[in-house]
Structure formats: structure tokens, C-alpha cells
């Protein structure tokens, strides 16, 4: 018997290198939420994160790629900030498409899995 | 450019119905504790669990599934425990199997996926 109606299959993808995760739907969240706030600062507290977890999972995805996906801007209007780079803004993207897509699997899946 | 190959695809599954998560790898993980155990204590304190946790956990197994996946048992030498019933067994096994082919697929679809 597959799930019944009102279950769903819920999961959590994340991807790990060497020293650890360095990409998932948190620091997804993260980067979207610098995007949106225009800051560290700004988007830890959006995300009751503190403002140290928050700049370690940047850093950790700066080092891992390579390449800076958040980048600090100074001056402007609001003394500085930080911004999403163009690669940034791939990797959050693809990252959703994957994980759209690998939800869409699971779906399929479970359709034809006897739980019971 | 697929994952580099020091890199992985980690992922966390579990299913929910209307009363939040009733199945998923802590729970298993906590069945198969009972059976090595024998009791819900025994597999509890193997995990850093409190009991009451546990409890609730076998609980709410118990309730979804609407057939009782671990029993109490008493009496004889040890004065009593808990016994994986064999529905709970071929939940284990069915979510195990599960949880692999999950990860087969996953690692299948990374393998095509460019996250850079």
C-alpha cells in the first residue's frame, strides 16, 4: 500500500565536501535573505541566526566554490551591506531547481512504496 | 559541471501525515535500538534520548500506523522491556530499502547536475 492521502514525504538535501556541508536549504535561505535585506546583519536577524553562524556559512561557501557568492559593498545610503554575486545567484537557483527536481523523484517513488 | 568527487549528496527523509512527522530516520533508528536493547530505557540512553522523547516517538508510530510497531513486554529475567512487533520490523526494512533507492536516485541525478 503506498502512503495514504494525507502523508507527504518530506526531505532535506544538503551537499558536503571535505570539511563538511557547504551547500543546503539553509544557506540557500541564507543567500536569499542577503539578497533580500541587502546584509549579513540584516538577513541573520531575518533569520534568528546569529550574525557569526551567519558569516561562517558564507564563508564556508565562499571557500568551498572558490569563488565569493557574497561579496561586502561600503558606502551607499545605508553605510555598506553585502551583495549576492552572479554566481551566487546560480547556485541558489540551481540549487532549488535540483532540489525541485529530486522532490519531484521522491514523489514518484513513494507513489509505488508499500510503507505498511 | 557535475559535483567534484570529493563532494556528496546528503539528504534526510521523512514521511509526515496531518499530525506532524510519524516515520523517518530517527524513529527507525530508534526501533532498531528497541530490538537491540529490549527496552525503550535501554534504547533511549543509547541514543542520549530522554525517555520521554522515546516514548512519544514509539507513540506516535504506534497511533499513525494504527497497529502497534513495538509492544511493552514483562516480566522474565531482565523484569520486563519492549519488543519490536513484526509490523514494526517490516517498517524498519520497508524504509531502510526505501531510504537506499532514495539515495540510488539522488546520487544518479547529481551525477548530471551542474551546480556551478
Known sequence: ????NNHSIMCRLWIKGENGAFLGEGR???????KKHGSI?????????????????VDSMNKEFGTPLVLAVSGGKN???AQVT???????KNFLNFRNKCMDVL???IENYDFT
Open 79 to 81: 553605510g555598506g551591506g
Open 86 to 92: 552572479p554566481s551566487g545567484d546560480k547556485i541558489i
Open 107 to 109: 514523489n514518484r517513488e
Open 41 to 57: 546583519s540584516g538577513a541573520s536577524r531575518s533569520m534568528s541566526m546569529s550574525y557569526r553562524k551567519a558569516w561562517e556559512l
Open 1 to 4: 500500500m503506498p502512503l495514504k
Open 28 to 34: 540557500v535561505a541564507l543567500l536569499e535573505a542577503i
